[in-house]
């Protein structure tokens, strides 16, 4: 069963950049698409990115696309967010959830269905 854990959050200045990881412990998140979401303070969650099972097709809303990048080790059992250029818009809590969908292109919240506890990001100007 998939059991994810993120990691890497923090507070960090605005302009640098910051990785997340979600590695999960279940050892099996390679038979799954897995997207990043995130919810700043009395918002809903907001879709950040997906990848598809191999890594091969990856998905962005708008507003991160060009800064940030969603990679994954399958043999580590870990994806990755790398957050480039971090804004305050971009700071929230920041959570990964897998899919049992085949396709990757996947931005909404009632499509994934294993998520990790979460990891805050700040950014201060």
């Known amino acids: 069963q998939v059991q994810l854990e993120e990691s890497g959050g923090g507070t960090v200045q605005a302009g640098t950049f910051v990785t997340l990881s979600c590695v999960d412990s279940?050892?099996?998140?390679?038979?799954?698409?897995v997207g990043w979401f995130r919810q700043a303070p009395g918002q809903a969650h907001e879709f950040v990115a997906s990848?598809?099972?191999?890594?091969?097709?990856?998905y962005y809303t708008p507003s991160v696309e060009g800064r940030f990048t969603i990679s994954r080790d399958n043999a580590k059992h870990t994806v990755y967010l790398r957050m480039n250029s971090v804004g305050p818009e971009d700071t929230a809590v920041y959570y990964c959830?897998?899919?049992?969908?085949?396709?990757?292109?996947?931005?909404?919240?009632?499509?994934?269905?294993?998520w990790g506890q979460g990891t805050q990001v700040t950014v201060s100007s």
């Open positions: 990848i598809s099972r191999t890594g091969s097709g990856t």
């Open positions: 279940g050892g099996t998140v390679s038979d799954y698409v």
């Open positions: 959830a897998a899919s049992e969908r085949s396709d990757w292109l996947l931005p909404h919240y009632s499509q994934y269905k294993y």
